[in-house]
């Protein structure tokens, strides 16, 4: 039986307050995975886009992250994702119409750094987008990963969809 490997990506902040600039109206939390053999094909995959980018010049510093990077290295990311074999679960809370979000109170979470494997950048870039179409109702990237979601549900408590 081939090993199976979960990434998983945070996006949005714990903060409860009216839309504001800087605060997001989801917080959400996503899973890739990947079996060994595909965890192998992202890190390829995903070397190779990073070496292809920095030859050209293209303004790559060291790893992805999604809401750093400009408009086109995330194309060339979602071009190089969209072929790749693993599946996306995304969970995301509207903030303030759930009741985990009504009182604050502390939270600590520990993440491993983005920077440390490519199939963590993968799951930042599939979260990334994912968010994009809640928070702005903007599904382009999404569209170029929708085969790898296997499931995107979000806690809202009275309406299905983006408004």
Known sequence: MPRL???SDESGDLTRRTPQ???TRY???GTLLV???GLGEIRRALARTRDHLAWNSHGLDSYFHASAD???VRSVVFEALASLPFEVDVTLVEKLRAPLFSQES??????WPCASDFALQAADYCLWAVCRYWERGDDS?????????????CLRYDSPGPE
Do not use: C, N, Q, W
């Open 21 to 23: 600039p800087g605060v």
């Open 35 to 37: 079996d060994e053999m």
């Open 106 to 111: 502390e939270r600590t979470l520990a993440f």
């Open 5 to 7: 490997y979960l990434f």
């Open 141 to 153: 990237f999404r569209k170029l990963i929708e085969s790898k979601i296997r499931s995107e549900m």
């Open 70 to 72: 400009s408009v086109h």
């Open 27 to 29: 917080f959400a939390v």
